[in-house]
T-cell receptor, first 113, second 110 residues
Framework: EPEVTQTPSHQVTQMGQEVILRCVPI?????FYWYRQILGQKVEFLVS????????KSEIFDDQFSVERPDGSNFTLKIRSTKLEDSAMYFC???????????FGPGTRLLVL | GEDVEQSLFLSVREGDSSVINCTYT??????LYWYKQEPGAGLQLLTY?????DMKQDQRLTVLLNKKDKHLSLRIADTQTGDSAIYFC??????????FGTGTRLQVFP
């Protein structure tokens, strides 16, 4: 069964450093998403992406965040200058809008020191 | 407002039925979902229901939706130890964004 994959599974970085989280969505999906879950809190929507552009973003997704689909298979989330409060589990998801189901990857646990 | 609430814990005996409840506040929800998260794993889509449906059954899973009370439930028949996990309900409205509940930790004991 096809699945969403994410790399790395864990990342530790210093505050102020840039990180890139990578995702390979399910191959025939056209809609891509990033969510995050701070430890002990709810899963929160960050951004959705379709047709090579952002279709919706949350208040969390400020100028420090960006997303890109650099080729036909990868979908990335970049955090330009990480803060301590960016420490969380980051989930990528993809969907085909039939019927709006989103399939999640295993997550990348980001720790900012 | 955006608020999806769930009870935090549920403990059941193996073989019994589990019922996990969820309440939401926005009546414009279009789809409602149940996701399962096992330790160290991602969110696995279990099932979903469109807001004009009352019930959906999928093998051991039954989803009930009471739109008037904005209440969603997930019943797991013949609960097994492998069902132990955190269960999240989520809703979507007229956008792609999923709004998640707090998650219910289901513990199944022998």
């Amino acid at each position: 069964e096809p699945e969403v994959t994410q790399t790395p599974s864990h990342q530790v970085t210093q505050m102020g450093q840039e990180v890139i989280l990578r995702c390979v969505p399910i191959s025939n999906h056209l809609y891509f998403y990033w969510y995050r879950q701070i430890l002990g809190q709810k899963v929160e929507f960050l951004v959705s992406f379709y047709n090579n552009e952002i279709s919706e973003k949350s208040e969390i997704f400020d100028d420090q965040f960006s997303v890109e689909r650099p080729d036909g298979s990868n979908f990335t989330l970049k955090i330009r200058s990480t803060k301590l409060e960016d420490s969380a589990m980051y989930f990528c998801a993809s969907g085909d809008r039939a019927p709006w189901a989103q399939y999640f990857g295993p997550g990348t646990r980001l720790l900012v020191l | 407002g955006e608020d999806v609430e769930q009870s935090l814990f549920l403990s059941v005996r193996e073989g019994d039925s589990s019922v996990i409840n969820c309440t939401y506040t926005d009546s414009s929800s279009t789809y409602l979902y149940w996701y399962k998260q096992e330790p160290g794993a991602g969110l696995q889509l279990l099932t979903y229901i469109f807001s004009n449906m009352d019930m959906k059954q999928d093998q051991r899973l039954t989803v009930l939706l009471n739109k008037k009370d904005k209440h969603l439930s997930l019943r797991i028949a013949d609960t097994q130890t492998g069902d132990s996990a955190i269960y999240f309900c989520a809703e979507s409205r007229d956008t792609d964004k999923l709004i998640f509940g707090t998650g219910t930790r289901l513990q199944v004991f022998p």
